[in-house]
């Protein structure tokens, strides 16, 4: 299995712009071959919003990743985040 996880700190105001972001790439994600799961998540704690995408193998997510991003690659997102989208590429060791 693979997991690509973003971590995402958006500014208060742009929260929903970028929630609505992240929905259009588990969109774009729909029927991908190998994709377990893929959802937007928010923290209760903070205005943190977590993609979380689980793969078959990192091979499946690299098949698919470049047309599923492509899709929010012109969003502002120096404008509507904090700081850097944080993102994990995890694997089992």
Known sequence: MFVHLAIHYPRPEYV?????SMHRVDKAAEGAPGLIQIGAW???????LVGLAMWESQEAF????GRIF???ADDP?????ERPIDVFHLTKP
């Open 42 to 48: 928010r923290d209760e704690n903070s205005n943190r």
């Open 70 to 72: 492509q899709i929010v």
């Open 77 to 81: 997102w120096d404008q509507w985040s």
């Open 16 to 20: 929903d712009d970028v929630l609505a």
């Open 62 to 65: 690299r098949a698919s990743a």
